[in-house]
């Protein structure tokens, strides 16, 4: 059985690969910028909002490949009713660290897996995570040492480098942090025998 990631994430493609899921990976061509507009428009959450990017993107990839599990995917980071996405330079990520240093937020997560253009399984979680007091000064030198990294994740950082430095509490799992809830997906593809079980 065919699996294919509507994602071009790299991050996401190197958790399926080292947990022996062998998935092609494709764009799903979804323009998430309207979806969230959408959402803020209607007053939707962060979580329905990522919720609905996932199942988006997987559909779009399933229309083009129906006998495939396509497997969508989305984040959404939300600070007390923010919503935050990547940056676009490194002013924007020191503002948007600026903004989250010392405060609480949840990275809403959502997966969906599409066949035959119907959603045969979904799963959400939201991890919290809490910032350390961040300095003008440690954010530069964060910045400088992330280089463009810092640019390729919502919040500006990455768990699995030296944005670790940035907290003081996490609470959730580390998988769906870095934007796929690798367990539970997991349990549905043994289910459906895409795996061994």
Do not use: N
Request: glycine content about 8%; charged content about 20%.
């Amino acid at each position: 059985m065919r699996v294919i990631l509507a994602s071009t994430s790299v991050t996401r493609q190197s958790m399926l690969k080292a947990a022996g899921v062998l998935a092609d990976t494709e764009s799903s061509g979804v323009d998430e910028a309207p979806i969230k507009h959408a959402g803020t428009l209607a007053g939707q959450s962060a979580a329905v909002v990522a919720a609905r990017l996932a199942r988006e993107k997987a559909l779009a990839v399933s229309a083009r490949h129906p006998d495939a599990v396509v497997i969508g995917a989305d984040q959404m980071l939300d600070c007390e009713g923010a919503w935050f996405d990547k940056p676009a330079d490194r002013e924007e990520a020191a503002q948007t660290l600026l903004r989250l240093s010392g405060r609480t937020h949840r990275l809403e997560t959502s997966i969906a897996c599409v066949r035959d253009g119907e959603v045969t399984w979904f799963h959400g979680e939201a991890p919290r995570l809490t910032m350390r007091p961040l300095s003008d000064a440690f954010i530069t030198a964060y910045l400088a040492a992330e280089g463009e990294a810092a640019l390729h994740s919502v919040g500006a950082y990455r768990l699995e480098g030296p944005g670790i430095q940035l907290f003081e509490r996490i609470e959730g799992d580390f998988f769906t942090i870095l934007g796929l809830p690798l367990l539970p997906l997991l349990g549905y593809l043994r289910q459906i025998g895409v795996l061994p079980s």
